[in-house]
């Protein structure tokens, strides 16, 4: 059965202090992977979306990357307003959508 | 703000009951999207809608169902509710299809006692 898996749950960081976010996927056949960012009581807020491994993405302090069995969310010099939980999803070639439980990532000041 | 919109915001009802969340879509999107959270299986997809037809359908049980309107806004229908259908319920919206990026709304909670 598809599944997604992310890793860590729960992130701590000092602003200021890189890491990098994992979302491990198996799947039938990709048709794309989805970054979410979720603030708490709100919806998800679209950030990526990655269709073949190799590919990266970029905004602003993070950076999306995919290979055949995993992405990485990479957070470089989070601030505080980077704390909130981050979705990872897939969408297979039988057009259903799979979504991780997340990482709540807290940035200390 | 998504441009998304959801009615109601909160939802408190009995078990067996019947209720309806609606959605209306971003000015312009074609597709519709639902979503359960629970504090236990996270986010999970339940089904799709574009341009008034069915177009994907994920794990929605068969006491739910949905329908998009003419006007493209949505509604999902609970029946016969069970305790465990509490969760938070989410309405997305995209310009076409499963790949385009999708807004979403603020959700609805729905809290069955």
């Known amino acids: 059965e598809d599944q997604v898996t992310q890793s860590p749950e729960a992130l701590r960081l000092q602003e200021g202090e890189s890491s990098s976010l994992n979302c491990s996927y198996t799947v039938s056949g990709l048709r794309g992977l989805f970054w979410y960012r979720q603030d708490p009581g709100k919806g998800p807020e679209f950030l990526f979306t990655?269709?073949?491994a190799g590919e990266e993405k970029e905004k602003e302090r993070l950076k999306a990357t995919l290979t055949k069995k995993e992405s990485f969310l990479h957070i470089t010099a989070p601030k505080p307003e980077d704390s909130a939980t981050y979705l990872c999803?897939?969408?297979?070639?039988?057009?259903?959508?799979?979504f991780g439980t997340g990482t709540s990532l807290t940035v200390i000041p | 703000d998504s441009g998304v919109t959801q009615t109601p915001k909160h939802l408190i009802t009995a078990t067996g009951q019947r209720v309806t969340l609606r959605c209306s879509p971003r000015s312009g999107d074609l597709s519709v999207y639902w979503y359960q959270q629970s504090l236990d299986q996270g986010l999970q997809f339940l089904i799709q809608y574009y341009n008034g037809e069915e177009r994907a359908k994920g794990n929605i049980l068969e006491r739910f169902s949905a329908q998009q309107f003419p006007d493209l806004h949505s509604e999902l229908n609970l029946s016969s509710l069970e305790l465990g259908d509490s969760a938070l319920y989410f309405c997305a919206s995209s310009v076409t299809g499963l790949t385009d990026t999708q807004y979403f709304g603020p959700g609805t909670r729905l809290t069955v006692l």
């Open positions: 990655l269709y073949s």
């Open positions: 999803a897939v969408l297979n070639t039988g057009n259903q959508f799979y």
